[in-house]
């Protein structure tokens, strides 16, 4: 989706998607999935509205603020797997989550910790993604399967 955009050029297509849904101008279908997706993140509402500090600003974890690019980068990632059932059944556990947690939101919550973690580990070893563990991993909180994945 944004395979060719370097940090700032990502954080502008968030910026200018912000922007234009609370401008009420016409949007592009991504743009209205960004800024639903900004809309249910109020905690990010002032820095989106501020861009050169949301430009600039580099989002260490030891200043225990999570970074709101990667985050909602996440939740876009899960939403399209959910779409597509990419690896397939990871629609019926997001459904699991959804219907465990009565929100679909919260179930993204939940499965953002198990999808960072499995870009970690593969970006830790220099490999691809596993999606077989990930995949085991998310339907086990789903409740779906009671399998180890490590």
Same mark, same amino acid.
């Given at each position: 989706?944004?395979?060719? @955009?370097?940090?700032?050029?990502? =954080? ?12 009420? $101008?016409?949007?592009?279908? $991504? ?5 639903? $997706?900004?809309?249910? *993140?109020?905690?990010? @509402? ?14 260490? !974890? ?34 699991? $989550?959804?219907? *465990? ?7 993204? @919550? ?10 970690? !580990? ?14 085991? =991993? ?13």
């Amino acid at each position: 989706m944004f395979a060719d @955009h370097d940090r700032n050029q990502l =954080r502008r297509v968030y910026l200018a998607a912000w922007q234009k849904a609370r401008n009420g $101008l016409p949007m592009e279908p $991504l743009e209205r999935q960004l800024a639903e $997706l900004i809309g249910e *993140h109020p905690e990010y @509402h002032a820095l989106l509205e501020a861009p050169d500090d949301a430009l600039g600003r580099d989002f260490a !974890s030891q200043d225990g603020q999570g970074n709101p690019f990667l985050h909602l980068g996440l939740h876009m990632a899960i939403r399209e797997q959910v779409a597509t059932d990419r690896p397939a059944g990871i629609r019926a556990a997001w459904q699991a $989550l959804c219907a *465990h947690h009565g929100d679909a939101h919260a179930a993204e @919550h939940g499965m953002i910790e198990v999808l960072a973690q499995t870009l970690w !580990s593969a970006q830790r070893d220099a490999t691809a993604p596993d999606e077989r563990a990930y995949l085991a =991993r998310l339907q086990q909180i789903a409740g779906l399967s009671q399998s180890d994945p490590s």
